[in-house]
């Protein structure tokens, strides 16, 4: 449905309004050139974006806009928007990429002039139109008879056709810059798939360069000059050897001359493109005209047969075995080939002697029900004799098949899917109109139209000639390759009308014209690829001339093109490049269907007559065809592709192209995350998803960057990592700061090889923010099960005095949401990934069962290349009741049955009295508790807390909490992380201290009996343990420990904090877990 627009102009009201919108601009400049897009990527030369660079004095003209203001600063008005569509232009193909950087300079180019015909549908019929035609059409339909090489025909023309309508949808859906298929593969598929595509597609457009340049070779020495060749035939049966040596030779010198040409200048190859096209469509017109003159006047062309089989008359002209002349009778030259004298009485060839020799038209005309004979197969064997089907003949010995008799012999093993090989490259060409599309004046119209009239009329062509060559020429002279029938004449050129000669010298040129033309593409197309900087190793082939020729482009083109040469034959040459442009039409079509099946909002194209279902016949039927010329070719070009698909991905630069490949990604992860979402995973799937919880300094810079080292040894690319963080404040404040941390913290992802997705939250509190991550983390099914942080060093400093209670609602959080905890104590002494542990032991101590996390984290741990050589060792404690020796076996069998390889210990901690140092611990403990209680009596003694800190000599004397506080704060004056030898000196020193006003804390009496004993347990228990720990694992690389819940009772936070440091304390390197609560490793399969 049209739209219509109405365009109502608005004007200024005042001068003074527009000198404020243009001091605006001024004072705007700065900023626009500070400002960039933020994120590193190039933009495409569009209407619709960047355009920046509009002067913002035609924004602000005026103030009948002022609404609009701010949306001006990133957003061009309408008006602007549209002079810039109006006067936009592509650029041509090889000169400056379509997407280059945003502050290069684009050149100025002259506005495309070139329509439908001009464009498109000529280029399209010259480059299909070609070498196979001349050479090998006539042969296909001797080989395979008319019925099979209709079917091939019409494959190859199906699959272009299906081919040409997905890349119609394509080429129409936006504009299509210089660059054609690779440009549409690359911009649908992603760069992955486009830098493939594209090297190969570059690849079969070299080997077409090859495959004209042996075609014209061919022509040049089997039908205009054979004189010229420099290998002569010495012996029989080395005629194809010296005709392969021959083609080297030639081809190397043509394609050297040819490369020349095109260094000089492409402007003369353009000038010549016409006269080539004129005689490819000379040569058929006079194919057709001769078609319909064997009407009713059959051109003479006799061939001679011995027997049924048919002879080579190069080497005498008289097909009789003698002749008659004055009553005498004479011996011919065709009697000397096969006898040993001239006499009548010689000795001959059994063959010979047995079977007349007969002489028949080879062009007996339309009208001569040939058509009945040629329509079946006739394959054979290399070095077979052509033979006529319905000739009689006496079979004489073996032998005479043999020496170089002058017969016509097949030279080489025919099959029908080596005919499709051979025969698919003649509908090649059709991308000849998209690879203009730089230079055409409607590209979105022209290149449907033209492309899809271009295949119909040559599939015309090539149908119509099968019947017509079926039909008007005897089928061994189909099958005689070279026309050694024929006096050596071309087979079609036999049909021409009014001379042969008319198809030797077109099919000549035309040849030349295309191997011409493969020269000037390829180099193109290759810097096309090289200047988008997706594969890295090609990237020296985007340089060349000042006036953008592909020098090394060019010279690369001419070293794999010689490649071909040296195959020297063009039978073997045709199915190489048949498998290249096969995956280049096979991923058009893939192209299209994906694109149609995503249903994006930008799929819009102005061609509707296309479908997915089209598109995926078409690329199975390039498959097929891909495997069904030679299934050897088609998996060594898959390789390449795989290959280099694998380098992109690998090495090449991330490109967001808006491709397909990652609409359909997105896809298969929504239709994914919905299976996931149907329940938990198994016990034998799971594996922890962690959530890591990083801490940003004041520059949103990773505070303990081992944490992230820790995380890709724990995960090794597998599973799910979310790294968040928690920035304090609100959003619209920290929008600058939060997208900072973000690519700190995804810099340090990469640089760490941690593989998972950057989360930053902002949140008017640290605490809230923590929270907020733990609930909403993650997408559907794909949600962490883990959270991993790192030890509060300083949670005992007033100034980070919530530090520990942010800690213990973490922990809280974590078990309620039955998520497992890790918590890694003293991470800065963790292992970068670049270290190695040659040695050591991670040590295990299993308390109580927590599902397995214990077991699992040490097994994943050692596949990483840094723990891989520490040995496992498993800890247990055994109490007053227990059996140890019975708990070491029961152990060892569970291990067994884990397939876990780890040492196994039983500890025997038992029952005793609790010591002195353990109630001076718990005491000071609780008086701690109890001040730090009393710091957060009221809001204004908070508030006055950093000042009396500061400045503790003005403190009042009479305020025993707010002393206390400032002994708490004073780091020496405590030491909170105790052992007995800093107790007793610590105890020792302060009773030489003389401050009034409360009692010394460290003179005071234990009053044992009025101490929590909960609190006296648990210290006992975490002196005990820590012990214990230290006796066995004080030099252990990694100690892994269950780690105790948080009391019920909140009031015992802090006293939860001090049992946590008393039970690490003194080893390097801990990670206490806490599980979920479910089971994460079985023992059955």
Known sequence: ?????????????????????????????????????????????????????????????????????????????????????????????????????????????????????????????????????????????????????????????????????????????????????????????????????????????????????????????????????????????????????????????????????????????????????????????????????????????????????????????????????????????????????????????????????????????????????????????????????????????????????????????????????????????????????????????????????????????????????????????????????????????????????????????????AGLQSLTGAPRLLQAIARDGIVPFIQIFGHGKANGEPTWALLLTVGICEIGILIASLDSVAPILSMFFLMCYMFVNLACAVQTLLRTPNWRPRFKYYHWTLSFVGMSLCLALMFICSWYYALIAMLIAGCIYKYIEYRGAEKEWGDGIRGLSLNAARYALLRVEDGPPHTKNWRPQLLVLLNLDNEQLVKHPRLLSFTSQLKAGKGLTIVGSVLQGIYLDKCTETHKAEENVKALMGVEKTKGFCQIVVSPNFRDGISYLIQSAGLGGMKHNTVLMAWPQSWKQAENRFSWKNFVDTVRETTSAQQALLVAKNIDLFPTNQERFTEGNIDVWWIVHDGGMLMLLPFLLRQHKVWRKCKMRIFTVAQMDDNSIQMKKDLQMFLYHLRLNAQVEVVEMFENDISAFTYEKTLMMEQRSQMLKQMQLSKNEREREAQLIHDKNTAPRSAPAVEASVAVAVPEKVQMTWTKEKFVAEKHKNKDSNVSGFKDIFNMKPEWENLNQSNVRRMHTAVKLNGVVLNKSQHAQLVLLNMPGPPKNRKGDENYMEFLEVLTEGLDRVLLVRGSGREVITIYS
């Open 1 to 513: 449905m049209p739209t219509s627009f109405t365009v109502v102009p608005v004007e200024a009201q005042g001068e003074e309004r527009q000198r404020d919108g243009q001091q605006r601009e001024e004072e705007d400049e700065g900023d626009e050139r500070d400002q960039g897009t933020g994120d590193g990527i190039a933009r495409e030369s569009s209407p619709f974006i960047n355009c920046a660079e509009l002067g913002r004095g035609s924004m602000y003209e005026g103030k009948n806009m002022a609404l609009f203001e701010e949306e001006m600063d990133s957003n061009p008005m309408v008006s602007s928007l549209l002079n810039k569509l109006a006067n936009y232009t592509n650029l041509t193909q090889g000169v400056v990429e379509h997407e280059a950087d945003e502050d290069s300079k684009r050149k100025e180019v002259k506005g495309p002039r070139m329509g439908t015909f001009i464009g498109v549908y000529l280029p399209c019929l010259q480059n299909i139109l070609g070498v196979i035609l001349f050479l090998r059409l006539t042969w296909i339909v001797g080989t395979a008879g008319v019925l099979e090489s209709f079917i091939i025909v019409f494959m190859c023309c199906a699959c272009t056709m299906l081919t040409a309508i997905s890349m119609s949808a394509i080429a129409t859906n936006g504009v299509v810059p210089a660059g054609g298929s690779y440009y549409m593969i690359s911009r649908s598929l992603g760069p992955e798939f486009g830098g493939a595509v594209g090297l190969c597609f570059y690849l079969g457009t070299t080997f077409a360069g090859a495959m004209y340049i042996l075609g014209t070779i061919e022509i040049l020495l089997t039908y205009i000059s054979p004189s010229a060749a420099i290998f002569k035939v010495a012996d029989a049966g080395e005629e194809t050897e010296a005709m392969l040596n021959n083609m080297r030779v030639y081809g190397t010198c043509i394609v050297i001359l040819m490369a020349i040409v095109v260094f000089v200048g492409v402007k003369y190859v353009n000038k010549l493109a016409l006269v080539f096209l004129a005689c490819v469509i000379l040569s058929i017109i006079a194919i057709y005209a001769g078609v319909i003159k064997t009407a009713f006047d059959p051109p003479d062309f006799p061939i001679c047969l011995l027997g049924n089989r048919t002879l080579s008359k190069r080497s005498f002209d008289v097909c009789a075995k003698f002749t008659e002349s004055n009553n005498e009778t004479k011996t011919t030259p065709l009697w000397l080939l096969f006898c040993d004298s001239s006499l009548l009485n010689a000795t001959c060839d059994d063959y010979f002697s047995l079977n007349n020799v007969t002489e028949i038209q080879g062009i007996p005309g339309i009208m001569s029900g040939v058509l009945t004979d040629n329509l079946w197969s006739a394959y054979s064997e290399k070095g077979s004799i052509v033979e006529k089907k319905d000739q009689p003949s006496v079979a004489g010995s073996e032998e005479s098949k043999m020496g170089g008799l002058p017969y016509v012999f097949t030279d080489i093993m025919t099959y029908f899917t080596m005919l499709v090989g051979i025969y698919f490259p003649s509908v090649t060409g059709i991308m000849a109109g998209s690879n203009r599309s730089g230079d055409l004046k409607d590209a979105q119209k022209s290149i449907p139209t033209g492309t899809i009239l271009a295949i119909s009329t040559t599939s015309f062509i090539y149908l119509s000639c099968i019947v017509l060559f079926g039909a008007c020429i005897e089928g061994v002279i189909l099958r005689d390759k070279f026309g050694e029938a024929v006096n050596g004449n071309l087979v079609v050129g036999t049909l021409a009308w009014p001379s042969p000669w008319v198809i030797v010298i077109g099919s000549f040129f035309s040849t030349c014209g």
